[in-house]
């Protein structure tokens, strides 16, 4: 059964986390579901890796310089079809 979480999170973060969560064509409620599984799931969340990203919501310093890694890939589409 799925229930509404209301969240109070820096508007960057959110911004961002957002812009994420469309590039993984996935919705950030899903991710969100995910991570916390993860953490709450016994013997499983010291297995998973924890991105770059995920560690920049969590420690506030921001996004790694190369979490923008479908740039690259969206200029070579822009150039490929104009």
Do not use: C, W
Not at 63 to 69: F, R, T
Not at 70 to 82: E, I, M, P, Q, V
């Amino acid at each position: 059964m799925d229930t509404k979480l209301t969240l109070k999170l820096d508007k960057m973060v959110i911004e961002r986390a957002k812009s994420y969560a469309a590039s993984q064509q996935r919705s950030l409620s899903g991710i969100i579901e995910g991570y916390l599984k993860s953490l709450t799931d016994q013997g499983t969340a010291a297995d998973l890796p924890i991105s770059p990203f995920v560690k920049s919501m969590s420690n506030g310093l921001g996004m790694p310089e190369d979490a923008e890694h479908g740039r690259g890939y969206s200029d070579y589409l822009a150039d490929k079809y104009n």
